[in-house]
Structure formats: C-alpha cells, structure tokens
C-alpha cells in the first residue's frame, strides 16, 4: 500500500519509494529481531557483540558512534551485556576518564553461536533478489545513505 497523500506525481514516488523501502527493511528486520529474541538478545545488544568481535574493545562514545546510538542508548545496552557477563567495561591506561568495552569469553561464544543462524536467514532472505539486483540494491541504498555535508 502506497500513500495517501495527495501531492505532485514527483512527491508520490518519493513517498512511494520510501514507504516499500522502510516495510521491505522492517519485515527482515522484526524477522530477525524475533529470532535474536530466542538466544536472550535485543538487535542492540547482538550488534555491541558483533561489533566488539570484529573489531575489538571500543569505548562506549566509539560504540555509540559506530551502532549510531545515543551515549544513554548505548550505556544501557552495555549494562544489560555486563550484567549477561557477555562485555566488561575497562578503565583507559592512557585516559582513565574513558572505558573500554571488552568482549568477554561468554559474549564470544554467545555470537558465534548465533551468527551463523543470523547469517544464514540474512542470506535466505537478500536471496530472494538474484545476483544484478542484489548489487543494484547496494548501489541504490549506498546513493542514499551518503549525505552531502
């Protein structure tokens, strides 16, 4: 279903556009976030893991930045995770004011426990778009993701 808004043909198409783009986003989206629900995760939490995997420990502002969520955002995510024993927060050497999130032996062994489910189904679904669309997707959100300043 498109819009209702009774606008120029260009306006349409836009709103059109936009509204298959965020129902398209949201059916993978609720459909992962209820299969993260079954191993005890929120989509946040599985991504602060995700991302301390790949890429190390992280101080909570790079975190943030990084998963764009708020500093509270994130702090909260981050307090759930330490309480799951899956993150630990420690001090900076350099700059004690800093904390740096660490991923522990249990948060590694949480994800790659459900990174392969998740990798899967994410497969399964982009699948549905052959080869060519599935790169002119990309190119597609890439032209829209990438704000002039």
Same mark, same amino acid.
């Given at each position: ?5 009774? =606008?120029?043909k ?6 059109? @556009?936009?509204? &298959?783009? /965020? ?6 989206? @609720?459909?992962?976030?209820l +299969?993260?629900?079954?191993? =005890?995760?929120?989509e +946040?939490?599985?991504?602060?893991l995700?991302a301390?995997?790949?890429? =190390?420990?992280?101080?909570? &502002?790079?975190?943030g930045?990084?998963?764009?969520? @708020? %500093? !509270?955002n994130?702090? /909260?995510?981050?307090? #759930?995770? *330490? ?8 001090? %900076?050497?350099?700059?004690r004011?800093?904390?740096?999130v ?5 948060? !590694?062994?949480?994800l790659?426990?459900?990174?392969? /489910?998740?990798? #899967?189904?994410?497969? #399964?679904? /982009?699948?549905?778009? #052959?080869?060519? *669309?599935?790169? *002119?997707?990309?190119?597609?959100c890439?032209?829209? =993701?990438i704000?002039?300043?």
């Amino acid at each position: 279903m498109g819009t209702h808004y009774n =606008g120029s043909k260009k306006v349409m198409r836009a709103l059109d @556009s936009y509204i &298959k783009l /965020m129902r398209a986003a949201d059916t993978i989206n @609720s459909a992962v976030n209820l +299969s993260l629900s079954k191993f =005890g995760l929120t989509e +946040s939490q599985f991504n602060v893991l995700d991302a301390l995997y790949h890429l =190390g420990p992280l101080s909570q &502002k790079e975190l943030g930045y990084k998963l764009l969520k @708020s %500093g !509270g955002n994130i702090t /909260m995510v981050i307090d #759930n995770l *330490e309480k799951d024993a899956y993150v630990e927060r420690r001090r %900076g050497t350099e700059d004690r004011r800093i904390f740096f999130v660490h991923l522990t032996k249990e948060g !590694g062994e949480k994800l790659e426990e459900i990174l392969p /489910m998740k990798v #899967n189904f994410i497969t #399964n679904e /982009m699948n549905r778009l #052959n080869k060519t *669309e599935q790169i *002119e997707l990309q190119r597609l959100c890439k032209k829209i =993701g990438i704000r002039k300043q």
